[in-house]
């Protein structure tokens, strides 16, 4: 009986018990529960909380860059002055709002890692460009030392590494009044790292980061909390040293992210220094978020202004030359070995193993070959560079081709520099006509690449252009003559089209400009004539006519000339211009009167001119901002403020030619207008760009499984969103 009693006992104890366990397992799902709905709260608001901090910011920025440019020429110096100074502050404003948005990505796991080779000499580079003249303001010493037994690049997320690299500096720089600042790259080994930090303890190379200062130093009590969020060792409201104490926060996370961890030793009055120790070769960890490899992007819906399939990798034996095996995988450019007087091959190439063989075969050709696989990268390096010339991928991970084309062809600094397009898509026709010198399709030959190459040698030993007028009024040839000039250009003037033709055959032209009624051979027959002739397909072809054309004429020309002008009464500043960028001239090198002709010219774009935009915005003050950019280049602006009624406008107004679609918008938002828009079959071809902030991870690939076309983010570079026009209104 006792033992069945004490059976009985144990038996409820033990049911009890496993009440308390499924109660307790219950509470824990809830409270799961709680934390995952709060986490997508929390994710929500973030991004609810960057839409409505950037709309104010987005028409801050414009506005008061419109006005620091100053196109109207009615401001002082002073007022220009705190123009600049609005959109430096607004610019600061931005970043701060970026930081605090990286910290929730990285709380919630939605922060990736993009992980591609990183050459050490780019790193110095970066940080020497960044800092030297802050240090040199505040008459500090600067040092950048790199390991000599280094292999040439890491491989690792180069804008996170950046980003760390960025706040430890910034750092150094503001707490150090007198001494130097220094950043050694360097080998690492054990007991350097954590003993337990086993991604590191398996890295066969650890690399160190230290960044040293001779500042004011950080005490030991101080030294955990300035790994905190929003904490500083000088928090107090007298504190000397502003900022927000999220830099070193974010750094050490994002230092979990790449597979290391960063490490303090300060001592108060002595300095301090940080290290960073990351794995030569990335290696993901638990606490990482996998690598995302930059996928070409595919932008749905609308016209596509390059090839959207995906093209299959070229054939090992054909388009890949034997030479690309001889480059190392970690072989670096030539960036850093370029001397005065060397001709500098810039390549804006993604594909790995091709950027190799071009940058061997550049190299054989006497060039110092430099390649970058993005855009941004890519026309980064064209101002800081300023190569001799350029070969251009038109399928890029990070942005269309055509908006790297567009933006090197309307910046003064990079107009004039040679751009040979080799790209998979069949794009020759507009290649040329947006200022190409030649076009070549993948997979490429050996033969057709040498072949490239050769003929942008060719080119660049021509130190003079030579311009063929024909034009069969005298006046008219001599006024042209003397609006192109001379000096980098040699123009020959004649009356018909048969002496064209002869002085075609006697030698070779960059550019005819053409007059469509000439006596005899007409000027369409002769434009027949010179692309009948492979040695002159390639060749630009003005037409400058004051003939009034029909739509059928204006169709065939466009299929022989790169462009056409009618003459009116800017038509002469047009001509400059198109001859400027088919010759290739260097804008800087130009007489003061016509620089000014083209600065103007800038002020409305005749691609832009007179085309219908639908701005589909809530903010008035995004519609202001954005209408002001529009309207500088005669374009038309019609409003919607949701998504509803961008549908009833399409509905009611037919001559739309592009839509501007923010996405966070009531009633309707803009996901939803894009969709509905593409599910009517006539505004298949619609462009519809997404105006988004970019806030959270997918924003980008949920605007283009929406429908839209392109993207561009808040706050609007209205460089970028004219170019983003251009390229999607290309007809």
Known sequence: ????????????????????????????????????????????????????????????????????????????????????????????????????????????????????????????????????????????????????????????????????????????????????????????????????????????????????????????????????????????????YGGTGLGLAISREIANLLGGELHLNSEPGLGSTLTLFVPLDYIPRSRAVAPVQPPAERLKGGPRPRELAEVPPPPANAPIPPQAASVSHDAADDRHNIQPGDRVLLMIEDDETFGRALLGFARERGFRGVVTPTGAQGLEMARILRPDAITLDLRLPDMDGWVVMDQLKHDPQTRHLPVHVISASDEERRSLDSGAIAYLQKPAEKEAVEEALERIQNFLERRVSRLLIVEDDEVQRSSIVELIGNGDVISDAVESGEAALTALEGQPYDCVVLDLRLPGMSGLDLMKAIRDRPAFRRMPIVVYTGKELTREEETELRMLSESIIVKDV??????????????????????????????????????????????????????????????????????????????????????????????????????????????????????????????????????????????ITKPIDANQLVSLLRVWLYA
Request: one cysteine or more.
């Open 570 to 711: 800017r038509s002469p500043e047009r001509l400059l211009d198109e001859t400027a960028l088919f010759l290739h001239r260097v804008e800087a090198n130009l007489p003061d009167p016509k620089r000014e002709i083209l600065r103007r010219l800038t002020e409305s774009d005749q691609a832009l001119s007179g085309k219908k935009v639908l701005l589909v915005d809530d903010d008035a003050r995004n519609l202001f901002a954005i209408t002001t950019i529009l309207e500088q280049h005669e374009m038309r602006v019609v409003y919607a403020e949701n998504g509803q009624q961008a549908l009833d406008k399409l509905a009611s107004d037919g001559d739309i030619n592009i839509v501007l679609m923010d996405i966070m918008m009531p009633e309707m938002d803009g996901y939803e207008a894009t969709r509905r828009i593409r599910a009517q079959s006539k505004y298949t071809k619609l462009p519809i760009i997404a105006l988004t902030a970019k806030a959270m991870k997918g924003d980008r690939e949920k605007c283009i499984e929406a429908g839209a076309s392109d993207y």
């Open 1 to 240: 009986e006792e033992k069945a009693r004490q059976l009985t006992t144990q038996k409820t104890e033990v049911e009890r018990k496993n009440r308390d366990v499924e109660v307790a397992k219950q509470e824990l799902e809830e409270k799961a529960e709680q934390l995952a709905l709060t986490s997508r709260y929390k994710s929500q608001f973030l991004a609810n909380m960057s839409h409505e901090l950037r709309t104010p910011l987005n028409s801050l920025l414009i506005l008061s860059r419109q006005l620091e440019d100053n196109r109207d020429k009615n401001l002082s110096p002073k007022q220009i002055q705190f123009a600049s100074t609005i959109r430096q502050s607004g610019a600061d404003l931005l970043a701060l709002i970026n930081e605090i948005l990286d910290l929730a990505k990285i709380e919630s796991g939605t922060m990736a890692v993009d992980i591609s080779p990183v050459p050490f000499a780019d790193i110095r580079e970066f940080v020497d460009r960044s800092f030297r003249h802050v240090a040199e303001e505040k008459r500090l010493g600067f040092a950048v030392d790199v390991d000599p037994s280094l292999p040439p690049t890491i491989r690792t997320d180069d804008m996170r590494l950046r980003q760390v690299l960025r706040n430890l500096l910034s750092n150094a720089l503001k707490f150090t009044e007198k001494g130097s600042v220094t950043l050694n790259i360097v080998r690492a080994g054990q007991p350097e790292w954590s003993v337990d930090n086993q991604t590191l303890n398996s890295a066969g190379t650890v690399v160190a980061f230290s960044v040293r200062d001779t500042g004011i130093g950080i005490p030991k009590d101080k030294q955990k909390i300035v790994f905190e969020a929003f904490q500083q060792a000088d928090g107090g409201t007298s504190r000397k």
